[in-house]
């Protein structure tokens, strides 16, 4: 067995995987805490607490974390959207776990996953884009991942599409993640709709959804997807691959984001490749890949 952690931007998910990539079981709780400290105390010892019960159930042969940011030598630098800096993770995890313990980046643990086991099984050449709290990816190219040797590389969610354009919290203007991550999203939808900035992504989802044919939801939907397209092009005029995954919490506003993509996809002036553009897949892991991703072997 292999326990994965995934801790993102806005929660922790923490599942027992087995050799077929099989979450056995699998807990999540939610971050809401402002304090960076306390923050960084609670996850600590959250995390500590799960592996500790998971252990004393299961023979684990290795603990794999998928983690936003840059993780080196089991060190975390600049997790940004939780503000989060030099955090030597794999220190906190050996207080509990002495065999092989692995940190990567979430994008990328979400993206091996869905490589091995799910919608990018069958290509080649795939790009694999988390839309969530920020947006992160991973890149494949002839089947293998592609590895920079300076930090993690393909963070494709500070790539620039506007310029001058909204503050990103990474410090530059006009990132991909400030126009098209769920957060940003979600953020505009409960502005426009005066709605309790503390409601859950479900009962906003059943909001917009009845509400969705009314212009001002209207006009931030095909915002929200023209931005994406723009960023989908340079991605496709860079790396060509045969599809592009997407996945974190965008599958599960799928219902008003699908179609509409797949609907402006289709528009001619967008890519240089125009006849043989990559196939759009929707992940079929969802919330999962990261948990399941953290324990592949790299």
Known sequence: MKIGIDLGGSHIGIGLVNEEGKIIEKK???????????????????ILQEIKRMLLKNEVELIGVAIPGNPKEGKVTRLINLGIDNWDLKAIIEKEFTGEIQIRNDGKCAGIAEKYYGSLKPYQDAVFLCLGT????????QGKELIVNKNSGFEVGHMVIQKNGIQCNCGKKGCFETYCSIKRLKMQLIQVLSLNENITGKELLEIVTRRKEEQVIQTILQEYIENLIVSL????DMLNPQAICFGGSFVYFKDILYKLLLEEYQKPQYAFYKKNLPQL?????????GIIGATIKS
């Open 281 to 289: 897949k929707l992940a079929m892991l969802g919330n999962d890949a």
């Open 233 to 236: 092009s340079n991605i496709i």
């Open 28 to 46: 999540e709780i939610d971050l809401n805490l402002k304090d960076t400290t306390k923050l960084t105390l609670f996850i600590e010892q959250y």
């Open 134 to 141: 920020g947006i992160g990816g991973a890149c494949f190219i």
